[in-house]
């Protein structure tokens, strides 16, 4: 069966959230190893391959890095045993000592399968641990290049699923007017029509450049600008032969040919692009702003415990979340008088939390016994209420007004509900 939507979702989230985890273990020395296996890579010459390179850190002359590569060797070992033979998709490892502050360090280990196959066997023992192999699968499908242009400036830039990137501005430095009179006024004319020419070449050269060698995943090619001179440049064919054949018709009319220029042309374009997921974030963000907008009527709650209060009696109709949030919810067990309780915490502040005194008998005896990552538990949560789930990237405007706003939650609901705070609201019957 294919994955629904929502699952692929969660499953993205999930494994950009491992990524950024093992990107945040760094080593003191060399001394953390990745190892990439292909599929149908042999496991018995990956552990010929790591015998050859434990004989080898012998020699590795500071004695805490050869104690702690030599072990990281020895744990690798171990783990790919446990393979008789490569997953589908292959796998990747990484294994060694992080350093955790006052020169003292923390063995880790992560096993992760990739969403795509690896096309390659990698060994490499460094500072930090090589992603860039899995980095390159946390891609959007969708990318479009933006050109917007005027006579005077011109930014080129991508949309990457959710994301607007500039790559190039260019000023044109072409004359807007002159004040030649009789015979000089033509040859005037035709300088700046020659300069004018010599700006677009430039445009579709720097068009080339940027958006030819992206081709293959390249979708289309969004043009933009105030007045005419989009209209020209377009008909004149400035643009490479492959490149002219990918431009999205209409051309649009934006006010602006800088960065915000870019941001604008992905706005007008929206009908174009229906279906788009950052078309999909901006209508979805902009109903939430309307429904928020009608205080007591309004269709919407923010925050954690508004949110929740609406999962609770089954008002949301669709849970939004911001894949920027970071958080945990963690349960806590006192060994002095067996109270447990649960936080929703960051990452950085589960330790303050632990070295705290109890919330019901005051002492310092605090375990953690479980931990979940807050987004997938909302998420799941949601999606058993029969709700919809969406995850909101950090990276767009949407998302960051999602994030600094509102916590990172928010929710569109079935029918208002009243906050906590407030008092609590039935259903409807």
């Known amino acids: 069966m294919s994955a629904s939507p929502a699952d692929l979702q969660l499953a993205r989230y999930s494994f950009q959230r491992k990524l950024d985890e093992i990107a945040a273990a760094k080593g003191r020395a060399t001394e953390l190893i990745s190892l990439y296996v292909s599929p149908g890579k042999q496991i018995s010459d990956v552990i010929a391959y790591l015998r050859n390179e434990y004989a080898q850190s012998s020699n590795i002359k500071s004695r805490t890095t050869r104690k702690n590569v030599m072990w990281a060797i020895e744990s690798l070992m171990g783990r790919v045993r446990q393979f008789k033979e490569p997953p589908q998709n292959g796998v990747a490892f990484f294994v060694g000592n992080k350093a955790i502050g006052a020169d003292k360090n923390e063995p880790v280990t992560f096993i992760v399968e990739p969403p795509e196959p690896l096309n390659t066997y990698l060994y490499r023992c460094d500072s930090n641990f090589f992603l860039d192999p899995l980095l390159a699968m946390v891609h959007e499908p969708d990318t479009y290049g933006l050109i917007v242009m005027d006579r005077a400036e011109a930014t080129l830039g991508l949309l990457r699923g959710k994301r607007v990137e500039v790559l190039r501005n260019k000023q044109s430095l072409v004359p807007s007017k002159h004040g030649?009179?009789?015979?000089?006024?033509?040859?005037?004319?035709?300088?700046i029509e020659h300069a004018a020419h010599e700006f677009f070449v430039r445009i579709g050269d720097m068009s080339t450049e940027l958006f030819l060698p992206l081709k293959e995943n390249?979708?289309?090619?969004?043009?933009?600008?105030?007045g005419a001179t989009k209209e020209y440049f377009y008909k004149e064919s400035y643009l490479q032969y492959e490149l002219q054949q990918k431009v999205i018709l209409p051309l649009f009319d934006?006010?602006?040919?800088?960065?915000?220029?870019?941001?604008?042309?992905?706005?007008?374009?929206?009908?174009?692009?229906h279906g788009l997921e950052i078309t999909e974030?901006?209508?979805?963000?902009?109903?939430?702003?309307?429904?928020?907008?009608?205080?007591?009527?309004?269709?919407?709650?923010?925050?954690?415990a508004d949110v929740l209060h609406a999962l609770e009696i089954g008002a949301v109709d669709t849970l939004l979340l911001s894949e920027g949030l970071r958080q945990q919810r963690v349960t806590f067990r006192c060994s002095s008088c067996a109270q447990e309780f649960t936080r929703t915490v960051t990452d950085a502040?589960?330790?303050?939390?632990?070295?705290?005194?109890?919330?019901k008998c005051g002492q310092r005896s605090l375990t953690e016994t479980s931990t979940e990552d807050f987004v997938e538990s909302l998420f799941r949560r949601a999606v058993a209420s029969g709700a919809e789930a969406r995850l909101i990237s950090a990276e767009s405007e949407e998302g960051e007004l999602l994030q600094k706003a509102f916590g990172g939650i928010a929710a569109?609901?079935?029918?208002?509900?009243?906050?906590p705070s407030a008092g609590r609201l039935r259903p409807p019957a």
Not at 180 to 191: K, N, T, W
Not at 255 to 272: N, S
Not at 349 to 359: H, I, S, T
């Open 281 to 304: 974030e901006k209508r979805i963000i902009q109903r939430l702003l309307n429904e928020i907008r009608k205080a007591e009527t309004g269709l919407a709650a923010y925050g954690p």
């Open 180 to 191: 030649r009179g009789g015979q000089s006024a033509h040859r005037f004319e035709r300088m």
């Open 218 to 226: 390249l979708k289309g090619i969004l043009v933009g600008g105030p």
């Open 412 to 419: 569109l609901l079935r029918y208002p509900v009243v906050s």
């Open 349 to 359: 502040e589960v330790d303050a939390v632990l070295d705290g005194p109890c919330p």
């Open 254 to 273: 934006t006010g602006y040919t800088d960065e915000y220029g870019l941001k604008e042309l992905v706005e007008k374009a929206t009908q174009t692009l």
